[in-house]
């Protein structure tokens, strides 16, 4: 029983993996590609993970599987959000097709308060206009 418990986990965790490369491949930008690849990466591993600690029934593996899973849980999302958030800051642009730009009024505002900005500061991306008083 345990056997077929560990084969299914590890399908599945392959699948999500198959699935987060296929998102990084036909994903139209940086951030829909970053959204696939941490969560079905994430999500392949934890599945792989179980099914080795399933597979072993060991208290040594299990415990590292276990503390694995938490590290990536704890790690990944946080990773991915500093990565977007630095790339949104540079001014990677979105798909055509985005329909809200939640950060947009955020990042003009700052751009209007620091109108001599130094050559280290992003620049705004283009499209957009900005106040250059």
């Known amino acids: 029983m345990s056997e077929r418990i560990s084969v299914v986990l590890l399908v599945v965790g392959g699948l999500f ?3 987060a490369g296929l998102g990084v491949l036909r994903l139209p930008d940086l951030f829909m590609r970053l959204q696939a690849a941490t969560k079905g990466s994430t999500l392949g591993v934890g ?22 899973i938490a590290f990536f ?19 990677t642009p979105l798909w055509e097709g985005t329909l809200t730009d ?7 505002a700052a751009s209007r308060s620091a109108p001599n900005r130094s050559p280290e500061s992003p620049t705004p991306r ?4 900005s106040d250059s008083s």
């Open 102 to 108: 939640e950060l947009r009024e955020h990042r003009l």
């Open 73 to 91: 849980v704890l790690t990944a999302p946080v990773a991915a959000h500093m990565i977007a958030r630095a790339a949104y800051a540079v001014g």
């Open 126 to 129: 283009q499209g957009d206009e």
């Open 47 to 68: 599945c792989i993970l179980l099914g080795m600690a399933v597979h072993f029934q060991e208290l040594g593996v299990t415990t590292r599987a276990v503390l694995v």
């Open 17 to 19: 993996m198959v699935l």
